[in-house]
């Protein structure tokens, strides 16, 4: 049963703006990831909109995977989700040939981080939130990070961010390159719809050219890294350090590894 909503929004300025809901924190599933995919395919074969505006809705753009039951939706961490995977299905967001910015609000934690790289821009405010906490569940990082953080942020910070698993704000990700504008707390929305307005203002068949040049050897490029990071992470899901590293971050503690 489906338990998300995905609602698409075509302005006379050819913005198209993607709205999904799936909760409050807007934890990521396989089903959201590929619909979302199927959507932003169908905007691209339909020919109205040139640029995408890719929000979600609640207090969360995405707080990655739900480990909260057993996690169900997580990436297959032990082969638990019978359904494609969800690194699978993120490939194809990848391939599509729109310009998508990404409106950030509150966080962007995880694989919601890998979803706003998977974007083009990244717009938010100060008090958004963004982290990428694989190490300190226990992980090996997912969602194609290994190519997408680095191209934006470079190799040395994408490392501080992966080994320490800290969480920064908005104004720091904009410091880093993270975040391409930064608006005023609450902007990111409008923000992130005058960039796409800019871009989808633009003449279509350049941009999507451009596109193509700059950014069309990523799917494959994530296509390898992920399925590196899919074998690390079914490696990691025997380890008794990542029930500890899930069990206190349910606990909202810190994680005491031992290695094993």
Not at 141 to 166: E, K, M, W
Not at 237 to 254: C, K, N, V
Request: aromatic residues 6%.
């Amino acid at each position: 049963m489906r338990d998300f909503t995905i609602d698409v929004d075509l302005d006379d300025d050819y913005v198209a703006t993607v709205t999904y809901a799936r909760g409050s924190n807007n934890f990521f599933s396989e089903p959201l990831i590929s619909e979302l995919a199927d959507t932003f395919e169908k905007l691209a074969d339909e020919g109205q909109a040139r640029a995408i505006l890719l929000s979600g809705a609640g207090k969360h753009f995405c707080a990655g995977a739900d480990f909260t039951d057993g996690a169900k939706d997580s990436p297959d961490l032990a082969g638990k989700q019978k359904s494609a995977h969800l690194y699978d299905a993120a490939i194809r967001l990848f391939r599509q040939p729109l310009p998508i910015v990404a409106a950030i609000q509150g966080g962007a934690i995880g694989g919601g981080l890998g979803l706003a790289m998977a974007c083009d821009f990244r717009v938010a405010s100060p008090d958004a939130r963004f982290s990428a906490p694989f190490a300190k569940l226990g992980l090996h990082h997912g969602f194609g990070l290994t190519v997408t953080l680095p191209l934006v942020i470079g190799h040395q910070r994408s490392l501080d961010l992966l080994y320490t698993a800290r969480r920064i704000t908005g104004e720091e990700a904009a410091a880093l390159g993270l975040v391409d504008r930064l608006t005023q707390n609450g902007g990111a929305l409008e923000g992130a719809h005058a960039l796409a307005k800019e871009v989808a203002a633009s003449a279509p068949i350049a941009v999507r050219s451009i596109r193509a040049t700059m950014r069309g050897h990523l799917a494959e490029a994530v296509k390898s890294a992920t399925d590196h990071e899919k074998a690390e992470q079914k490696l990691h899901s025997a380890t008794a350090d990542l029930a500890e590293g899930i069990r206190a971050d349910l606990e909202r503690r810190a994680p005491s590894f031992q290695n094993c």
